[in-house]
């Protein structure tokens, strides 16, 4: 079975700061697709970025990249340039290619932002 | 917009009495979710709909049930609600890669029961 693993409950980092969230995951499979989500203190889980894993290019979003390394089976997200708005719980995610209706997900790292 | 919506936001319920919480999307996902979120955990996966078929995890409670009358929406019952039971209840939906959709899933903003 698969499991992903964020080992940093919590993380704290300044404004305009770069944080990297750490997430490895283990899996038998070699096609699958990985995700961070962000729940803020509302609550609603939004997804900040997807990675395919045939992909080697790493993805970005704006401020937000990942460090996806394969054969580690590790799947970091970089945050640039953070600001309060980024304060929430990040979730990383995992999700067969070829079961396509569930998705696993870590334990989440809480991350605050300081002024 | 497109999106998942959740009544109601807050639901209080006492104990033992059965509570109904609903979930609509707009966005023709073919895919359902039912999640249970306790503070400061990850989303734990009761059961989902693929189509019409329910897909129940196997250490999901019997107090929990739930429907799928039509593609838009969907019902988690819980029937006996306990003091373990009082949560943040997530919906969420996707489109399968079947039907040449995303991989994603789409969430509600939640609804939050607490129980007497």
Not at chain 1, 45 to 57: D, F, G, H, S, W
Not at chain 1, 86 to 107: E, T, V
Not at chain 2, 78 to 107: E, K, N, V
Request: glycine letters at 4%; proline letters at 5%; a neutral charge.
């Amino acid at each position: 079975a698969q499991t992903v693993t964020q080992s940093q409950p919590e993380m704290s980092v300044q404004e305009a700061e770069t944080v990297t969230l750490s997430c490895t995951y283990d899996t038998s499979e070699s096609d699958y697709y990985l995700f961070w989500y962000k729940q803020p203190p509302s609550r609603q889980m939004i997804l900040v970025i997807r990675q395919e894993a045939y992909k080697q290019q790493n993805a970005t979003e704006n401020r937000f990249s990942v460090n996806f390394q394969k054969a580690a089976k590790s799947f970091s997200l970089k945050i640039s340039d953070s600001q309060l708005g980024d304060a929430a719980m990040y979730f990383c995610a995992y999700r067969s290619a070829d079961r396509d209706d569930k998705i696993i997900f870590g334990k989440g790292t809480r991350l605050h932002i300081l002024p | 917009d497109a999106m998942v919506i959740q009544n109601p936001r807050y639901q209080v319920t006492q104990f033992g009495k059965p509570v109904t919480l609903s979930c609509s999307q707009t966005l023709n996902h073919n895919v359902m979710y039912w999640y249970q979120q306790k503070s400061s955990q990850a989303p734990k996966l009761l059961f989902h709909y693929y189509d019409k078929d329910f897909n129940n995890e196997a250490d999901t409670p019997d107090n929990f049930q739930s429907r799928r009358p039509n593609t838009s929406f969907c019902f988690l019952d819980i029937r006996s609600p306990g003091l373990g039971d009082a949560a943040m209840y997530l919906c969420a939906t996707s489109s399968s890669f079947l039907s040449s959709g995303t991989d994603t899933q789409y969430f509600g903003p939640g609804t939050r029961l607490t129980v007497l």
